[in-house]
């Protein structure tokens, strides 16, 4: 009688045991075993409660870390806009072309040159030609620290564009360290007008100017010299 | 097929010592051909000592089209005349660039005005030197 008894208690305490793991899967983490008695199955009982204290844990835990993750998430992306704003604000900054005289225009260059940063400088000047119908362009590459293949290369199809155009470019202000890179890449700018500094860029310029200038005039002689006639 | 053709030539006008070819239609391989050789015919004909071509309508030119203009050029420099090209569109000039056709020895201008004046500057040139 007491047997069967006992082998009910212990029916029940493992359906007990069953509930408590169903309501822990279906999400209710709070649920505990929680027995008194002291028998071979309340070894299971606290084992199976720290299993599920631990879990309890270990999702808190992750819960934490994923929001966090998700903050960070949030704080990265709106950095990544301003960075990419700041990169298309720069762009825009960074090639100027002005006309300073008569048929003269100059683009100052400053700081490191990349590709993309070459082509919308490139763009611009070409555009910029057209615009104002200036014949000769100076590229001032004063302020550029260091070029590379790459570089020299856009900057020799910057000048190149700008012939087909039909303008002039002239390079100036090319560094020591520039000199020496671009002979040691082997690139050839012999067929490119270069001068020293911006200055000496600028008397070329007034100089070609003039040429053209008095050309026309003597042409403008040579007909009223012929009209006299 | 003849009446088709001549609706599409190239008009070549003389003025002066010069040709003035103003392109005005999509340029295909065919009438690049064309113009080519009536080009040349045309210099040979009026004895012209310049040619104005104009691309400034040219939104586009491939390899084909680069490559007649600076044989052109070459062409009628043997034929004694100079071959000035006129009006490229930036994108024009960036894409033959990058397909690396420079046209070396081939003169270019800003625009019409600029073109003849340069023609005529170098005729002056010639005189002188005789």
């Known amino acids: 009688m007491s047997e069967k008894n006992n082998i009910d208690q212990k029916k029940d305490r493992i359906d007990h045991i069953e509930n ?98 070459t082509q919308v400088m490139m763009e611009n000047l070409l ?77 070329y310029a007034m100089k070609q100017n003039k040429r053209s200038e008095n050309v026309k005039l003597q042409s403008l002689f040579t007909d009223y010299d012929k009209r006299e006639e | 097929m003849n009446n088709e053709m001549h609706e599409k030539r190239i008009p070549i006008i003389k003025i002066g010592n010069f040709l003035i070819v103003s392109i005005q239609v999509d340029m295909h391989d065919k009438l690049a051909i064309q113009l080519q050789s009536q080009i040349l015919e045309e210099i040979e004909k009026t004895g012209a000592k310049g040619v104005l071509i104009d691309i400034s309508v040219l939104e586009m030119v491939d390899s084909f089209i680069g490559r007649m203009l600076s044989g052109m050029a070459s062409m009628a420099a043997i034929m004694d005349a100079a071959v000035v090209i006129v009006g490229m569109q930036p994108a024009v000039a960036i894409t033959l660039v990058e397909l690396g056709l420079e046209m070396p020895g081939v003169d270019t201008a800003l625009n019409m005005e600029k073109g003849m004046e340069m023609l005529e500057r170098r005729l002056e040139e010639e005189d002188y030197e005789l």
Do not use: Y
């Open chain 1, 20 to 117: 408590v793991l169903a309501s822990v899967a279906a999400g209710d983490i709070d649920a505990r075993i929680n027995s008194d008695i002291e028998d071979d199955l309340s070894g299971i009982e606290a084992a199976i409660d720290l299993l599920i204290d631990d879990l309890t844990d270990e999702l808190k835990q992750r819960e934490k870390m994923q929001k966090e993750v998700e903050d960070k998430l949030v704080k990265i992306q709106e950095q990544q806009k301003v960075i990419f704003q700041q990169q298309s604000d720069l762009l825009e900054l960074s090639s100027p072309v002005s006309k300073v005289w008569d048929n003269v225009l100059i683009l100052p260059v400053i700081g490191t040159l990349d590709s993309q940063r």
């Open chain 1, 127 to 203: 555009e910029k030609i057209v615009e104002t119908g200036c014949t000769i362009a100076i590229l001032d590459i004063t302020g550029v620290p260091t070029v590379d293949t790459q570089v020299a290369n856009h900057l020799l199809k910057t000048v190149t564009s700008a012939r087909l155009l039909g303008a002039e470019c002239i390079i100036s202000g090319i560094s020591p360290a520039i000199a020496q890179t671009i002979v040691h890449l082997g690139i050839d700018l012999s067929s490119i007008k270069t001068k020293a500094t911006l200055q000496d860029a600028m008397i």
